[in-house]
């Protein structure tokens, strides 16, 4: 199973906003720490804050910061608000072409270990990847 960069840099965006609690940080800053194309983070940190993860703050003081504790942000729920459509192979979507359609149990078999994937990461709060190793090895803006 892979996610998508968008998912993996919604991670690293919010794994560095819970590495400086209470702090007000700018996506600029978070694109260049992470090195990450600010137009894309742009749109990530867009679709967080309209799925209420984070709080956008406007104005000359503004940029964005978690909008629960890390405590309460679940990492399974990060993962399907960013991965809608999460396919681990073609016969998951609706446009599928396999020959194998219909007959194979591979599908079947696959939907269950992602559940049970997405199931695991449901019980992992975003608090769980912020050890003090990491807030000190993220870069501090």
């Known amino acids: 199973m892979r996610l998508t960069d968008y998912t993996d840099y919604a991670l690293r965006v919010l794994m560095h906003l819970g590495a400086h ?22 749109k990530i940190v867009h679709q967080l804050g309209q799925l209420g993860v984070l709080s956008n703050l406007r ?13 309460q942000i679940m990492l399974g729920a990060v993962i399907r608000m960013t991965e809608p459509d999460f396919q681990m192979v073609e016969c998951f979507a609706q446009d ?5 359609a219909g007959r194979c149990k591979l599908k079947g078999l696959l939907l ?3 559940e ?13 990847l912020l050890t003090p190793c990491a807030r000190l090895t993220l870069p501090i803006t």
């Open 21 to 42: 609690p209470g702090e007000i940080i700018t996506s600029r800053e978070i694109s260049q720490a992470h090195g990450i194309s600010h137009n894309h983070l742009t």
């Open 112 to 114: 269950d270990a992602t």
């Open 96 to 100: 599928n072409t396999c020959t194998l």
């Open 116 to 128: 049970a994937y997405l199931a695991k990461l449901d019980q992992v709060p975003l608090s769980t």
């Open 59 to 71: 104005g000359r003081a503004g940029g964005i910061r978690l909008a629960r504790p890390p405590e």
